[in-house]
């Protein structure tokens, strides 16, 4: 089993529509939990933590639920300039190790 | 401050060469990250070093190797490069392991021919 698990999309949705990404993990013992995102050819770039208590940063807004083991992101309002792949990563406190998931696909049509 | 750069940005290989892939960070993290991402794949760690002279292997270490002899470089030895090596490589860093952020460079673009 994949230690971080996404639904590669591609997710195609007009400007102004609300999406949400989900992402599963296999590890319990996981500690600390990031979207992150990246534009086609560059590095991926730090979107957002996930803490327990989900998180909003604007438009954006992460949840973490471990007793079913997953993370989601929604984003409201989609503008033109999100259209990206959003990597799900994930950390275990065991070891010193991040593990990637293969990324959501967005794109936002005018 | 330039944060985390590569060299070269692209390089072309043929079967049986080496090279090193260059990293170095500014910002004084600790750890430090090679990645390879295939397309359409997410990135599956190579290596990773939490400190000046250590490193660890990480899911997918056959074919390289690293040293960390300063905080501030991390380089990426390939030997006998195979056309599976083909790829983009990212280098990262971050504060420590567990809650930081990672910070990454732009990738260099590897063909194995």
């Known amino acids: 089993r994949k230690e971080v698990e996404q639904d590669p999309g591609p997710f195609n949705v007009p400007e102004g529509a609300t999406v949400a990404f989900n992402c599963t993990y296999s590890n319990s013992a996981s500690q600390s939990f990031f979207w992150y995102r990246q534009d086609c050819r560059k590095e991926p770039k730090l979107l957002m933590s996930v803490y327990s208590s989900g998180n909003e940063d604007g438009r954006f807004t992460a949840q973490l639920n471990r007793a079913s083991q997953y993370i989601s992101l929604l984003i409201r309002d989609s503008k033109l300039s999100d259209s990206a792949t959003y990597l799900c990563v994930v950390n275990t406190r065991s070891g010193n190790q991040f593990y990637f998931g293969t990324g959501t696909s967005l794109t936002v049509i005018p | 401050n330039a944060g985390v750069t590569q060299t070269p940005k692209f390089r072309i290989l043929k079967i049986g060469q080496s090279m090193t892939l260059q990293c170095t960070q500014d910002?004084?993290?600790?750890?430090m990250y090679w990645y390879r991402q295939d397309p359409g794949m997410g990135l599956k760690l190579i290596y990773y070093s939490v400190g000046a002279g250590i490193t660890d292997k990480g899911e997918v270490p056959n074919g390289y190797n690293v040293s960390r002899s300063t905080t501030e470089d991390f380089p990426l030895r390939l030997e006998l490069a195979a056309p599976s090596q083909t790829s983009v490589y990212f280098c990262?860093?971050?504060?420590?392991?567990?809650?930081?952020?990672?910070?990454f460079g732009p990738g260099t673009r590897l063909t194995v021919l």
């Open positions: 990262a860093s971050s504060y420590s392991s567990v809650y930081n952020e990672q910070f």
């Open positions: 910002m004084n993290h600790n750890y």
